[in-house]
């Protein structure tokens, strides 16, 4: 049988409510799919400079690096906002995306029948299977380019670079053509290459990645277009492949159109096996501790954990659909409509656990 090492990291706000809630999805899937998982866990974010100084302990590293995969709460907080840059919780976030080679960052933004009308895009222009894949690139570009501030004509100025070497632009388009070839065989490339050299650079070698895949259809676009195509034909989109910058961007409006943040999971791959899984939201610190927080992005979260990093494609889809089901009647506060039942976080995570 199967046994799967994970590393817990819950981090701060509601992230120990939600992956709690995770957990016991977990577990039941892999009762119901004959594997097994131990559990670690480990410091990261605010919770990690409390008890250590800072937001990323060498031990949270080892950890994670030890085990198959990483499922991730939230971090950050108010009682940490006055600490330096480079020591606030985000700057964990950052750190260990670093340390774990996590170079793509994969949201989908699916919208589930139930909850169609909490998209704000009118339901014609939605159709009834939206279900675009954003692959961003997540360690290089303006980001982590060089950056500095000068004087230009004796005034203050502040400069960033954009740049991406040929083997980074490959191994992201590799991640976004194989994931296409088990989707709908279309991948969209974003750039601005127009006017950016680091964008033209982009497009020939993404061009030259494609020929790897005869059956996928590649389109380019620029990012502006793409922004504005997001909302007018979301449904024209299968898997968009974009740099850090634009892929930031993007991946917002595209959650956006599938409505509440509290439903949208992600994956961070580093190429092998190991994954970092968490939810799109924040640590949500206005309502912590109050057990209303919705669980479902981190329960979607286990649920490509276990397609991606575990191959348990099956289990990952029961999850999905216990999740559908269970939505047609029950939802949380954040996306309460008026007929539903009104339950907790808890309670969610009972249910989804039920149906399965
Ligand atoms: P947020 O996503 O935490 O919250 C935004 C709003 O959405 C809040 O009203 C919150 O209550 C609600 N919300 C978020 N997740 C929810 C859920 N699962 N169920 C119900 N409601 C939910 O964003 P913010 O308020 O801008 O940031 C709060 C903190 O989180 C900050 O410290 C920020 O830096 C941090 N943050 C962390 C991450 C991360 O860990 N990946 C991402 C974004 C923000």
New binding site residues.
């Given amino acids: 049988m199967n046994n799967y090492k994970i590393t817990l990291l819950k981090?701060d706000?509601?992230g120990p409510e939600?992956v709690n809630q995770a957990v016991k999805v977990l577990d039941k899937a892999a009762e119901k799919f004959d594997f097994t998982v131990t559990y670690d866990e480990a410091l990261l974010g605010g919770c990690a400079i409390d008890a250590t100084g800072v937001p990323l302990p060498e031990e949270t590293v080892a950890k994670c690096k030890a085990s198959d995969s990483v499922l991730l709460g939230?971090?950050?907080?108010p009682k940490w906002d006055n600490q330096p840059g480079n020591n606030r919780?985000?700057a964990g976030?950052l750190g260990i995306r670093g340390a774990l080679g996590l170079f793509a960052n994969l949201r989908p933004s699916v919208i589930f029948g139930p909850l169609k009308s909490a998209s704000p895009i009118k339901d014609d222009i939605i159709g009834d299977n939206m279900d675009i894949m954003i692959v961003r690139e997540l360690t290089g570009g303006i980001y982590f380019g060089e950056r500095g501030r000068k004087e230009v004509g004796g005034q203050p100025a502040a400069w960033d670079t954009e740049q991406y070497t040929v083997p980074e632009i490959e191994r992201i388009a590799r991640v976004a053509f194989d994931l296409a070839m088990k989707r709908d065989k279309r991948v969209t490339s974003v750039d601005k290459a127009n006017v950016l050299e680091s964008s033209r650079l982009w497009r020939e070698t993404v061009i030259r990645v494609s020929r790897d895949y005869p059956e996928v259809t590649l389109n380019h676009m620029y990012v502006d277009n793409c922004a504005m195509q997001l909302v007018r034909n979301p449904k024209q989109f299968d898997v968009i492949v974009t740099s850090n910058i634009f892929g930031d961007i993007l991946s917002d409006e595209a959650s956006m159109i599938a409505g509440s943040?509290?439903m949208l999971a992600s994956a961070s791959l580093s190429g092998g096996k190991l994954g970092l899984y968490?939810?799109i939201?924040?640590?949500?610190?206005?309502?912590a501790g109050q057990n209303i927080?919705?669980p479902l992005?981190t329960i979607l979260s286990v649920a490509m954990m276990l397609r991606y990093s575990l191959g348990q494609s099956e289990a990952a889809e029961a999850i999905e659909a216990a999740v559908s089901e269970v939505l047609k009647t029950n939802r949380?506060p954040?996306i309460y409509e008026e007929g539903m039942t009104k339950v907790t976080c808890e309670e969610m995570g009972d249910l989804v656990c039920a149906q399965l």
């Fill in positions: 981090g706000g509601i939600i939230a971090v950050g907080g919780p985000e976030l943040i509290g968490e939810p939201h924040g640590s949500a610190p206005d309502i927080a919705n992005a949380t954040d």
